[in-house]
Nanobody
Framework: VQLQASGGGLVQAGGSLRLSCAAS????????MGWFRQAPGNEREFVAA????????YYADSVKGRFTISRDNAKNTVYLQMNSLKPEDLAVYFC?????????????????WGQGTQVTVSS
């Protein structure tokens, strides 16, 4: 599976962005998908995850109520709608496929990773 993230950019605080992650291959619908982010000088952190059917979603406390993860299995794409953006949301955002059992929140349980897309939020 190859993942291509897009949709990042520069936005003012309070604004919105929608990230997309397009996957190649016919097995996209068999994977739980996640979004992670890494801010400068910080470790990678979990943002959101969605199960194979899209019926269950999981969020980091820091984004709950502001971000929404969704997927379209017909288009092999997972999305991250980000509203009410804050300067602390500035990071490179990565999408990934969950390959291993275990917590949705741990990056070690994810296998294939996209290249990342930069999100910059100005105050």
């Amino acid at each position: 599976v190859q993942l291509q993230a897009s949709g990042g950019g520069l936005v003012q605080a309070g604004g919105s962005l929608r990230l997309s992650c397009a996957a190649s291959g016919r097995t996209f619908s068999t994977y739980t998908m996640g979004w992670f982010r890494q801010a400068p000088g910080n470790e990678r952190e979990f943002v959101a995850a969605i199960d194979r059917s899209g019926g269950s979603t999981y969020y980091a406390d820091s984004v709950k109520g502001r971000f929404t993860i969704s997927r379209d299995n017909a288009k092999n794409t997972v999305y991250l709608q980000m509203n009410s953006l804050k300067p602390e949301d500035l990071a490179v955002y990565f999408c990934a496929c969950k390959m291993y059992s275990g917590s949705y929140f741990q990056g070690e349980n994810y296998g294939y990773w996209g290249q990342g897309t930069q999100v910059t939020v100005s105050s």
